[in-house]
């Protein structure tokens, strides 16, 4: 510093600077704007977002309707497969009921039901577990695999619908992607018939009827699954026209 100058009327450099700064807004609150969004911007996202969630909703919504549907239609199909290499192979359409005390064989092991589960067989609540047993249960017919193969929890379960007053008997069913049961109906056995294969030591197979008739197919069997409506709906899924 030269002598004589007077510094007391020199703004001092810290002054300076923030001032320089707050002019170019580059302050602590400017920095804190710049951070973040006000309440006015975030409701104006919020509420972008919304509708954008009430457009496309309906739209996903709709594609996994018809994904769920043409899953369960090809499953139907495989089980129709399923079905007709059961009749060229016994002559007859599976029962769409198995009574208590059948001649039923366990789903675990290779032995009867009564050796595995330490009771006699429950009889079938429903006629999917009544396909079930006769398509998918691996000792069925022994020495020859089973006719359809499915998907435990996807495609065959035992946890039925409490609704429908189904309760677990270990006995699953073929169920839809819905979770519910496919249902099967098909007409009364003709007098002597027999399925020795499947159920050995039965002469009659009277009682292995639900007592309920195709009503659209007529001379084979119904098929159908409840749909996305449920039992009291009407988009069935089904193998009639």
Known sequence: MKPGRDMRHRPALGYGLKAALRG?????????????????????????????????????????????????????AEIEHAIDRFYQASDYYPPDKIPSGAPARAFSKDEAWSTVYGANFPGTAESSEALYYCLANPYVVRGQS?????????????????????????????????????????????????????????????????????????????????GPAGYGGVDWVTNWK
Request: aromatic share 8%; glycine share 6%; with cysteine.
């Open 146 to 226: 089973p006719f359809l193969e499915l998907q435990a929890d996807k495609e065959s379960s035992d946890a039925h619908d409490p609704m429908n007053g189904l309760t677990q008997n270990n006995i699953p069913s073929i169920i839809d992607r819905w979770g519910r049961p496919f249902v099967y109906c098909r007409n009364p056995f003709p007098p002597g018939a027999t399925l020795p294969k499947v159920f050995p030591g039965v002469t009659s197979l009277a009682t292995y009827d639900d007592g309920k008739d195709p009503k659209h197919n007529t001379d084979t069997y119904d098929l159908w699954s409840p």
């Open 24 to 76: 170019r807004g580059c302050g602590p609150r400017a920095a804190a704007r710049a951070a973040g969004f006000t309440l006015v911007e975030l409701l104006v996202v919020m509420a972008i977002l919304a509708s954008l969630a009430a457009i496309l909703m309906p739209i996903v919504n709709s594609a996994r309707r018809v994904a769920k549907v043409t899953a369960t239609k090809k499953l139907l």
